[in-house]
């Protein structure tokens, strides 16, 4: 699930790692491409080694920083959270984000606004 791949980022963010390898899932390598296309990450590619399909992520560091310094996650299994784009809002003054599931696919919150379309509110992420 996404939870796991966020709290992987995290810790290899924390551990100074330059890049990670991931299961892959196609949720999970979508919400990789909406990080990346807000440098949360660097890079994000998919990669078979022995048989098996990973996401290969490589992470971004501001000043020896990581990019990602926390995140919380919105929509559980047991709790769905679902919202209307009028409901949107900018996350932590402008300086995180938030990732919803769409029918149009997995996009940011300003992407979802823009777009005028709503979703399962997945989670929030800041730097």
């Known amino acids: 699930m996404y939870y796991d791949l966020l709290a ?14 991931a299961p892959f899932s196609k949720v999970d390598f979508e919400i990789a491409k909406v990080l990346a296309k807000a440098n ?26 990581p990019a990602i310094s926390g995140f ?8 769905r959270f679902y919202t209307r784009y009028q409901e949107l809002k900018s996350i ?20 979802a606004k823009k777009n005028r379309v709503g979703g399962e509110y997945l989670f929030e992420i800041w730097k």
């Open 8 to 21: 992987r980022i995290k810790n290899a963010a924390m551990a100074e790692k330059p890049s990670l390898l």
């Open 40 to 65: 949360y990450i660097k890079d994000v590619q998919k990669k078979v080694v022995n048989r098996k399909n990973f996401i290969e992520l490589k992470l971004t560091y501001n000043n020896n920083h």
């Open 72 to 79: 919380k996650i919105m929509s559980k299994p047991g709790r």
């Open 92 to 111: 932590k003054n402008g300086y995180g984000l938030g990732v919803l599931s769409t029918s149009r696919g997995i996009m940011d919150n300003k992407e």
